[in-house]
């Protein structure tokens, strides 16, 4: 059985790769994962908190796509669209992210990901 903490960090991965930071809410995240708003605040305490696990699991997806398994291209095709649409839409939040994540220089990895 899959722990509350799961359920809320599969479902929040889901919805940021659906909608983007801006589209986001703790509500979609919370009627997704089927718990209630307060339960995500208790395990992770913010919409920005889930944002920089969403950008680290699409980061994750997307740099190991050379070596995923057939089933797993959509996971690593939806993280790519994530990280373009955020770059476009959210390029300065974004970065920010990706340098407390990734330090060092990965944002031209990143850029390429939009031409």
């Known amino acids: 059985m899959m722990s509350t903490e799961q359920k809320i960090l599969d479902a929040s991965n889901y919805v940021f790769l ?3 930071y801006h589209g986001t809410t703790i ?3 919370s009627d997704k994962a089927g718990v209630g708003k307060s339960q995500v605040h208790y395990y992770f305490r913010s919409k920005d908190n ?3 696990l969403a950008i680290k699991y699409a980061a994750d997806q997307l740099l190991s796509f050379n070596v995923a398994v057939k089933e797993d291209n959509e996971k ?3 993280s790519r669209w ?3 649409t955020e770059l476009r839409n959210n390029k300065v939040v974004f970065l920010q992210v ?3 994540l990734f330090p060092g220089d ?3 990895i990143f850029d390429s990901i939009c031409e």
Do not use: P, R, T
């Open 76 to 78: 690593a095709l939806n």
């Open 106 to 108: 990965l944002s031209g």
């Open 98 to 100: 990706v340098d407390k």
């Open 50 to 52: 889930l944002y920089e």
């Open 18 to 20: 659906q909608n983007g």
């Open 82 to 84: 994530f990280i373009a």
């Open 27 to 29: 509500q979609k995240i």
